[in-house]
């Protein structure tokens, strides 16, 4: 059963699990490699949950897909504004700017998708599980699901680029509540990260959390540069060796 679970972000729909373990799984390794630490190949997974946003054109209702395009438009215009939304679309470019409005389409068509999200997380997660990392919006479903289950063994929790810490994602006043039993909780940032530097993390869900800043290059929000970072894989050593 698997000691290190791994949770994607967004726009991986197109993709599966067995896909993302053999992109994911070498650069776990090289960041294990850089602190003289490997692991099986078996006791990492990935939770998958990308083909619960994927369109089902031989049961879409075109007309009532159209309209909750236009609600998620308009939800995210309420927002920022409309001249923020085109700023969107400008900066993210055509195609992830469609995927980000089929996101947020589906999330508001479906009130239990998050549930089904969080779900997959739940089935992943064993007795043997000591350490979830959770990359972009995976930090959020990782956060959120082991705030709900303390019952959880989950040893370290590890968020990569995280949103967590905006206003989009917390509520009420610092600190935010600890994510369950988990004992410790790395936070890692890159320099360049858009979406996640300079990191809130801490500053919102306290001194417990470990802020850990790295260079990811010009792919500042990439997943893989993340898990083969030396310190990103110190993290993962250190909760497995427990």
Not at 86 to 93: D, E, I, K, V
Not at 183 to 208: E, L, M, T
Not at 233 to 240: D, F
């Amino acid at each position: 059963m698997s000691r290190l679970v791994l949770i994607h972000g967004a726009f991986n729909e197109l993709w599966g699990p067995n896909e993302l373990k053999a992109r994911w799984l070498p650069a776990v390794q090289d960041g294990l490699w850089r602190n003289d630490a490997t692991i099986d190949p078996d006791d990492v997974s990935v939770c998958f949950y990308g083909d619960l946003f994927r369109l089902d054109r031989s049961t879409l209702d075109e007309d009532q897909w159209k309209q909750s395009r236009a609600g998620a438009e308009d939800m995210l215009a309420s927002f920022g504004g409309n001249d923020a939304l085109g700023m969107l679309s400008q900066a993210a470019g055509k195609a992830a700017y469609d995927r980000t409005i089929d996101m947020v389409a589906f999330m508001a068509s479906d009130p239990s998708l998050t549930e089904r999200v969080q779900q997959r997380l739940l089935d992943a997660v064993t007795d043997d599980t000591r350490v979830v990392v959770g990359h972009s919006l995976g930090s959020v479903i990782s956060y959120e699901t082991l705030s709900q289950r303390p019952e959880l063994p989950v040893h370290t929790l590890i968020t990569l680029g995280s949103p967590l810490g905006s206003g989009y994602f917390v509520h009420g006043d610092p600190p935010g509540p600890w994510p369950g039993s988990v004992q410790r909780w790395v936070n890692v940032c890159a320099h360049g990260d858009h979406i996640a530097y300079p990191s809130k993390v801490g500053a919102y869900f306290g001194d417990r959390v470990e802020e850990v800043v790295i260079d990811n290059g010009h792919r500042g929000h990439d997943p893989e540069p993340y898990l083969n970072a030396r310190l990103t894989g110190a993290a993962i050593a250190e909760a497995l060796a427990d």
